[in-house]
């Protein structure tokens, strides 16, 4: 496992991009299909495009921690999953944890927005297009770091930003969103103990009254875990879905499996997607313990599925 600051030097390596003549199209019979980047966490910023791109995925959604690494100790995988808790070493009064997170709130406001101007170039360069850039805004974010957010997704050329955050959070980043004017998406999982947190239904509707601007990026295989039918929340709630993760996992907050291996009804979801012309994006976020690497297992999903949308 690399540490934060080992990912960093290889994400910024200069790895080669094999040469694309022309943008990569990954919508299917409607469907347009995506990857979350969190899926490649194991590989440098370089190496995943070129797994983007080998895979045949024309969107991604950005994890911050995949241009941010280098700038705080904190490895890429204990950062917080788009939909899962953050697990630290220490807890939050930490002395080390403390002045990691000063490290990063330090480089949030002071980097130059060409560096993520750049970034938006290697993406466009292999033919992929960042839908939207995955800042997760939470209790300690300071009104500039929260600002400085939407002009990070600007420089990338996101069109959104999507966020693991709380309901407490919420309510402070809802001015900036409106400002900006800019989409934020609240991603939910399957903690539906704390009620700050974003798993219930309830969550999301109470989040979407602070903010014009603020839509739902659900997550179906957290909302399925946590009890709830997202066939029939999509049906209902279409029209302020921003975006879709896909995973599986097995109902009363059961672990990630391999897909076709949980309770998460994916196939049902992307044929809802296709007949109904709902047009929600379908991201591919890959979470289980596969056989395979990182860029194999996100074939696997993709190519999933294609059989289903195709059949």
Not at 108 to 130: C, E, M, N, Q, T
Not at 166 to 189: C, E, N, W, Y
Not at 255 to 284: C, H, S
Request: hydrophobic share 35%.
């Amino acid at each position: 496992m690399y540490s934060r600051r080992g990912f960093g030097k290889l994400a910024f390596a200069g790895l080669p991009l094999s040469p694309l003549l022309a943008k990569i199209g990954s919508k299917i019979d409607g469907v347009q299909l995506g990857v979350q980047t969190y899926s490649f966490r194991d590989l440098s910023l370089d190496a995943a495009i070129q797994a983007i791109a080998a895979d045949g995925l024309a969107e991604c959604e950005l994890f911050s921690p995949h241009i941010e690494a280098g700038h705080t100790d904190e490895s890429p995988t204990s950062a917080r999953p788009p939909g899962g808790p953050r697990t630290p070493a220490g807890g939050q009064d930490d002395p080390a944890r403390v002045a990691t997170r000063e490290q990063l709130r330090k480089w949030r406001l002071s980097v130059p927005l060409d560096y993520f101007r750049g970034i938006r170039k290697k993406f466009s360069d292999a033919g992929l297009d960042i839908y939207a850039y995955n800042f997760s805004f939470n209790d300690s974010f300071t009104d500039e770091e929260i600002d400085r957010g939407f002009d990070m997704a600007k420089a990338l050329g996101a069109r959104f930003i999507t966020t693991s955050s709380t309901l407490s959070a919420a309510k402070r980043v809802a001015p900036f969103a409106d400002k900006h004017q800019m989409i934020v998406a609240m991603h939910g999982h399957s903690n539906t103990r704390d009620p700050n947190q974003f798993a219930k239904p309830a969550s999301f509707e109470q989040a979407m009254t602070m903010s014009k601007f603020f839509k739902v990026n659900l997550d179906i295989g957290h909302f399925a875990a946590a009890g709830y039918d997202p066939v029939d929340y999509i049906q209902k709630n279409h029209e302020n879905i921003l975006l879709l993760h896909l995973k599986d996992r097995k109902k009363d907050d059961g672990p990630n499996t391999p897909w076709g291996e949980g309770d998460t009804p994916i196939k049902q979801v992307l044929l809802l997607l296709k007949n109904k012309r709902y047009a929600i994006p379908a991201f591919i976020e890959y979470e289980y313990k596969g056989s395979g690497t990182s860029q194999e297992e996100v074939k696997k999903c993709f190519d999933y599925c294609k059989a289903v949308l195709q059949a």
